[in-house]
């Protein structure tokens, strides 16, 4: 099994950005699906974006769309989630999930929150705060 670790959270005014990083240890991405979650407090966990690593192909939650990228460095065995233009509302503990999608595609954004909400293994968590 893969492990995961974040990091990257932070405190950050409204308007700013972070940079969230996953890094795999144990076994390389490759094959895998690797997504972002989001839980704040008093909320269900939500997807935020995914990445199939070894196509690129992406899919964002549409709070994400156009703030949020998703990225992977492979040599790095590393997943990166670019977050701009943040607000209050991202508020929230960032998960990174990893899927092995032996040959899988996710096709659309609902699907890969939802298998890798099934079948991931997860990180801890990282905090990423937006003041306003």
């Known amino acids: 099994e893969v492990q995961l670790v974040e990091s990257g959270g932070g405190l950050v005014q409204a308007g700013g950005s972070l940079r969230l990083s996953c890094v795999a240890s144990?076994?390389?991405?490759?094959?895998?699906?690797v997504g972002w979650f989001r839980q704040a407090p008093g909320k269900e966990r939500e997807g935020v974006s995914c990445?199939?690593?070894?196509?690129?192909?992406?899919y964002y939650a549409d709070s994400a769309q156009g703030r949020f990228t998703i990225s992977s460095d492979n040599a790095k065995n590393t997943v990166y989630l670019q977050m701009n233009n943040l607000n209050p509302e991202d508020t929230a503990v960032y998960y990174c999930a990893a899927d092995r999608l032996g040959g899988l595609t996710y096709e659309s954004s609902d699907y890969c929150f939802t298998r890798l909400a099934l079948f991931a293994s997860w990180g801890q968590g990282t905090q990423v705060t937006v003041s306003s």
């Open positions: 990445i199939e690593i070894n196509d690129g192909s992406t």
């Open positions: 144990g076994r390389t991405f490759d094959g895998y699906g």
